[in-house]
């Protein structure tokens, strides 16, 4: 039996989960991600808001895809919001997401209530093939039980997924857009992160209007699996804060 629900428009299908009750709360993952990568933060979530968890084209349940650029990505989100009657809701995007959802929030401000960006690439300054020498590195830093959910991710997405969607995403520069983000913005970094170093979060955040930085010392890339615990608590404080 399918788990999962699909929203599919202009010959393209995202993939998601809905659980809990309360205001929405979308959460997107990163390059070679899939909803399996939240699985230490739902239950935290989900006691105060309503919980969707979205697979992007080409990842999870819609690997079958080729991946959308990051533009055309947060345009079929925001087409998805709608059709769906999602209101305004609080948004989370980790790495390659979090960079999606500065597209979405520059461009559908309506959409966003606010804005939460963990190590959020977009400001990276680095090719393809640089950042890939950096994956085992990344993978000394996580915890050791990330890496099947990761390694079966990845091979499930398919080379070409990853390298074309690395290529897009170390190519887009978000300075522009993210002083057009009007919601409220809290940027997360992981302090043994080598993929998104914590300098670049903290570019980020101060490319974006009142935009808050917090640092997650002992976390990697994943910070929201590597340090679950903080993470929530700073997602959930900022989100609640009036």
């Known amino acids: 039996m399918r788990t999962y629900e699909l929203f599919e428009h202009d010959g393209r299908s995202l993939s998601f989960t809905k659980s809990g009750d309360g205001p929405p709360l979308v959460l997107v993952h990163g390059l070679s991600g899939s909803r399996r990568w939240w699985r230490r ?26 991946p ?11 087409r998805w919001l709608r059709d769906s009657d999602v209101p305004p809701a609080h948004v989370l995007g980790h790495s390659m997401g979090g960079h999606t959802c500065i597209h ?4 559908y401000p309506d959409l966003v209530r606010k804005l939460v960006l963990a190590t959020p690439t977009g400001l990276l300054r680095s090719s393809w093939f640089r950042a890939a020498l950096k994956l085992p590195q990344a993978g000394l830093w996580g915890r050791p039980d990330f890496l099947p959910i ?22 887009d520069d978000v300075s522009t857009l993210c002083a057009l983000v009007q919601a409220p913005t809290l940027v997360i970094s992981g302090g043994r992160d080598v ?24 976390a990697g890339h994943v910070v929201m699996w590597d340090a679950p615990t903080e993470f929530n608590d700073a997602v959930l404080n900022f989100l609640e804060d009036a």
Do not use: M, W
């Not at 933060?41 to 080729?66: D, I, K, P, S």
């Not at 959308?68 to 925001?78: C, D, H, I, M, N």
């Open 41 to 66: 933060n739902v239950a935290a979530f989900e006691r105060r808001f309503t919980v969707y968890r979205l697979e992007l084209v080409g990842f999870g349940y819609a690997r079958r895809q080729t």
């Open 68 to 78: 959308l650029p990051l533009k055309a990505s947060a345009a079929l989100l925001a």
């Open 104 to 107: 979405l929030a520059a461009a």
């Open 195 to 218: 993929l998104v170093p914590p300098e670049v979060g903290l570019s980020v955040s101060k490319c974006i209007p009142d935009a808050r930085h917090v640092l997650l010392s002992n």
């Open 150 to 171: 990761v390694a079966t991710d990845a091979l499930r997405a398919g080379v070409l997924t990853l390298y074309r969607a690395s290529r897009e995403l170390l190519r």
